[in-house]
């Protein structure tokens, strides 16, 4: 059927309906998975490759789509800086699984040059305020990729990441809320003293609905980011946690203080006041939990806590 098949498909390419076209470029997706070799070897890639200049994005978008399928063997759509400033130019006019379809490809685009990088980036940076999660995390990959060789510029575009990904995690679903913590958690990792400053410890503190896999998330942020100066602040809201209804969380976050205190030998004495004080609400999981961080403690510190 397939001889049959490729002229109605042909002639939706140049249908006068954006959703005809829209629908012929799947099409050449759908027939590359029946027959592969017919659609790789015949001139259906130089079709679609031509079809990036339609004038409607939700096309391109399929078209990008359908040429990475086909071209998967091959590492995806080839791609470069005439393609890259040709679709970011273009960016506005998609739809925001259009834009992330986008922004997805080029990340994977090596720049020529630091010029080319910053170039870009700068057509970009207005993405990183979209009210979509999404685009902003999107955009936050080809950021992060595109400087990932260069520490001081790297740095710079965590500090940018930081205010739009913590807007998105305060809103959204839950599943939302996770995955930006969870991105959140990485540049935690890469660049801790980004997330110290201006009082952004108290963005992670735990709500009351919160799942426990946020939580969890909330408590490993919370643990690297803790300074001598917040360190006592976060220390205090940490000892709220350890009565919560779900005994993971207080495991976690007895845990949590001891390896602040690991951290931070500033920690240590207040650290050990708050454990010694969950003796007191006599939990067998807390205290079990109490006692092999103290006991880490008094192993690293053998003549200062013998009382």
Request: hydrophobic share 40%.
């Amino acid at each position: 059927m397939m001889e049959y098949i490729m002229t109605p498909v042909r002639q939706g390419l140049k249908d006068e309906s954006e959703y005809v076209r829209r629908t012929a470029v799947l099409g050449i997706a759908k027939l590359f998975a029946l027959d592969a070799p017919t659609v790789r070897d015949g001139d259906m890639v130089d079709l679609l490759y031509s079809m990036l200049r339609d004038d409607k994005a939700s096309v391109i978008a399929n078209v990008i789509v359908a040429l990475n399928e086909i071209l998967r063997s091959e590492g995806g759509m080839a791609i470069n800086s005439k393609i890259v400033f040709y679709l970011l130019n273009r960016i506005r006019e998609f739809n925001e699984w259009g834009q992330c379809t986008v922004l997805d490809l080029v990340s994977n685009y090596t720049p020529e040059s630091q010029q080319t990088m910053l170039d870009v980036m700068n057509l970009l940076n207005d993405r990183l305020k979209h009210n979509n999660a999404g685009v902003v995390l999107a955009s936050a990959k080809l950021f992060l990729n595109y400087t990932k060789s260069i520490p001081q510029l790297h740095q710079q575009v965590v500090t940018r990441l930081k205010t739009p990904l913590l807007l998105q995690m305060g809103g959204g679903s839950v599943e939302l809320s996770f995955g930006i913590i969870s991105h959140i958690r990485q540049l935690v990792l890469r660049c801790p003293q980004v997330f110290t400053q201006d009082n952004t410890f108290k963005q992670f503190f735990c709500r009351l609905n919160d799942p426990t896999c946020v939580k969890i998330l909330k408590l490993d942020i919370l643990t690297d980011i803790a300074t001598e100066s917040s360190m006592s602040e976060i220390l205090n809201e940490l000892s709220e946690y350890v009565g919560d209804e779900n005994s993971e969380i207080g495991r976690a976050t007895v845990r949590a203080i001891g390896n602040i205190s690991s951290r931070l030998d500033a920690a240590i004495d207040e650290s050990i006041e708050h454990l010694l004080s969950f003796f007191d609400l006599r939990l067998d999981h807390i205290t079990s939990e109490s006692c092999v961080v103290i006991r880490d403690i008094l192993c690293k510190f053998p003549e200062r806590y013998e009382e």
